[in-house]
């Protein structure tokens, strides 16, 4: 079945530095990949997506790029603010467009000033 | 973004007694909602899947008659859960789309503390 492995967090970091957290994922066809990201007390927030492969998701300085080959979406930021700090859920929809989303574990993010 | 509201954000009730919370799209209309759970520091478990005008999908281990789900609406979906236990305490969070979207968009949540 489809299935999402993030890094086991948590990860952190001081103010300005690079962030990666690395995602994989196994699903038949062709997944479209999301990352959200959930702020203490509060729901989940899309914060970009990739439909196919090859494409770049982008947002807030965030990125992340739809691999195929390597069946991963990892999350990139060049310099991460203390405001970053949250959990970040890597997620997928099957092909079918259902709309159901099977999440990773999610990874804490804290960034030091 | 398309905005989802979900009602009450917290909610403390006694064991025995029923709660129910509420998911709305407030501009748009949603012809699929779905249901989380979140336990602490954990992801999120789909639990049921509704369209509007018709039964839940309940996903495999999710009792459909401890959580009730109504999708009355195009705009409204509510879960129930019966007879509430300590156990049943959880951050509860509801999603909604148009099936012509790619992605879904989540209510803020709901914390419910069974005492």
């Known amino acids: 079945g489809n299935s999402v492995t993030q890094m086991e967090g948590p990860v952190t970091l001081s103010e300005e530095a690079f962030l990666t957290i690395n995602c994989t994922y196994t699903?038949?066809?062709?997944?479209?990949l999301f990352w959200y990201v959930q702020y203490p007390g509060e729901g989940l927030q899309l914060l970009l997506k990739?439909?196919?492969?090859?494409d770049k998701g982008s947002n807030k300085g965030f990125e992340a790029t739809y691999r195929k080959e390597t069946t991963s979406f990892h999350l990139e930021k060049g310099s991460v603010q203390v405001s970053d700090s949250a959990v970040y859920f890597c997620?997928?929809?099957?092909?079918?467009?259902?709309?159901?989303?099977?999440f990773g574990q999610g990874t804490t993010l804290q960034v030091k000033p | 973004g398309a905005v989802v509201s979900q009602h009450p954000s917290w909610v403390i009730c006694k064991s025995g007694t029923s709660v129910k919370i509420e998911c709305r799209s407030l501009?748009?209309?949603?012809?699929?909602m779905f249901w989380y759970r979140q336990f602490p520091k954990q992801s999120l478990m789909l639990m049921a899947t509704?369209?509007?005008?018709?039964?839940?999908?309940?996903e495999q281990g999710v009792e459909k008659d401890k959580f009730l789900i109504n999708h009355a609406s195009l705009t409204l979906s509510t879960l129930t859960v019966t007879s509430a236990h300590p156990e049943d305490s959880s951050f509860y969070i509801c999603?909604?789309?148009?099936?012509?979207?790619?992605?879904?968009?989540f209510g803020q949540g709901t914390r419910l503390t069974v005492v």
């Open positions: 999603s909604a789309r148009d099936d012509s979207w790619i992605e879904a968009f």
């Open positions: 699903a038949t066809g062709y997944p479209s």
């Open positions: 990739a439909t196919k492969a090859d």
């Open positions: 997620a997928l929809t099957g092909s079918g467009n259902t709309g159901k989303l099977i």
């Open positions: 501009d748009f209309q949603a012809t699929t």
């Open positions: 509704s369209n509007e005008g018709s039964k839940a999908t309940y």
